[in-house]
């Protein structure tokens, strides 16, 4: 507490005068304390609850220091290029800019170069005046428009404004509404129903494209990453699935979640059930009974729709809800295999029940967080949990060091080093419920150690995942299945030209125009994973 006191001459200062300035002092340095302690007490009730701290601010680091005079490096800002700032903009324009009056015996000596950044943006109305010609035979011919003027779908909108209305909607997230007050700034004519239209009608193509990065990802791809979150539809509580990794992101949202679910989105539009070795040990792990086995594994063991195994589960009269689940989870998975999917295929989650399937991998800070919402009862249950979570900490930095250079003689020891960690008995019945959590999902957590390839966290999955929900935060939920299956659709492709090093507004362009010249999403991810591959296995030493 900061006390201004009035200035005081020396003979004013009488004995009472002093007295009161002492008591101020006192009490300001007491206010100081008091608030001090307060604001250490807020800070511990934030670190129990879970929250974040107070921000340590530092100073800035913006201000550059002067050039030295001499010419040396040492007032420049370390880290920073050397090069011009606009060295890798592409020119569009040039002018040269001369001065009006030239003064009397000068002469041009050179240019100056200053490049500007400048973005234009109006609405262009053109009008074409088509020719039409009568043929000699009968009838006529219209000329046709010029390449890449109209989008492919056709309509009285060109072909650039459309990929804006996307680009707005997609990527800078602009709701519908202020899309339109944007564009009626502009000028342009559109109404409500055209916009719309616009953003839900005519996309097969992109659709499909979609649909290809799932079945691409799945086949050439290692390990996937997975998680769900909420999606509102119609007025109702969905979710949204994300299917992602390094080269691609998937998003489909469902009205429930389930294993089942999850399965019927990693199939796709065309659902194949088949019954083969990964079905039969799918039935074995979830126990269905043998006398269900036998009868499904006796006639046709592959089926090419929906209706057609249901079909068969009623000429075998299989109608027990939980053997007729387990059973269909199953067929589900072994249809994935016989399409093409690996049976080692990873699956990285947070691990929720729903997608432990194939060959799982847990995330260690879902795994860590119940340890971090704990709240103490006293110092020594606070002590006891900070104890665990640091040797739970220490664990993982050596898992990464590991996942960066495996090394084989380190996984015996690692194995054991976890079940010294998650063997301990603390005395608290909460620390000891989550260090059992974790022991029992040992194979999941340590799944690094036979797949250095998979990360040990969700958090790139959350990442894409979030987006999505930045979007229903600002925009609520769909109303239409159009709109919530073009939702996800353009959030699958946004993400993956991201992934590929593609921007998103070219990858629009190339695609409303019809020009052909980016390839196939699904074909640039078959690449780039074959491209990786071959690096991985030059480097690996012989």
Known sequence: MKVALPEIRPQERTP?????????????????????????????????????????????????????QDGSEEGRRRGKPSRPKTADLTIHKTVDVTLDRVPAGATLHGYESFVVQDLEIHNVNTKYQRARYDLAEGGSVLAPFPAGILAVEGGHFGAGLIVYILDQYHQAGVTEPLLLEQLW?????????????????????????????????????SFIGTDDTGARHQGQNGYCTVICNDLFAYFESTDSKSRLNFLQILQGAQRDYAINETTLAYWKRQKLPETVQALLTQGPQEFASEAAWRVRLADLKISDERHVRFATEGALLGGLIARGVSPELGVLSDGAGQFVILVHAACWVHAERPLAKLVPYNDEHRVAIENIRTQIWEFYQDLKAFRVQPDETQKPVLERRFDSLVDQRTGYANINGVLKEMRDHKADLLRVLERPEMPLHTNAVESDLREFVKRRKISGGTRSAAGRRCRDTFASLKKTCRKLGLRFWDYLQDRIRGLGQIPRLGELIRQQARETAAKKAAAVPV
Not at 29 to 43: I, T
Not at 45 to 68: C, E, F, M, Q, V
Not at 195 to 220: C, D, M, P, W, Y
């Open 185 to 221: 700034e502009y000028g342009v004519d559109i109404s409500v129903g055209q916009l719309h239209r616009i953003l839900t009608e005519n996309k097969e193509s992109f659709h499909q494209e979609k649909a290809e990065l799932l079945t691409v990802g799945l086949t050439e791809s």
């Open 16 to 68: 009472l005068i002093e007295a009161l300035l002492q008591i101020i002092r006192q009490l300001a340095d007491r206010v100081d304390e008091l608030e001090r302690s307060n604001q250490e007490r807020g800070d511990e009730i934030a670190r129990l609850k879970g929250l974040k701290p107070r921000p340590d601010i530092k100073p800035s680091i913006l201000t550059t220091p002067p050039k030295p």
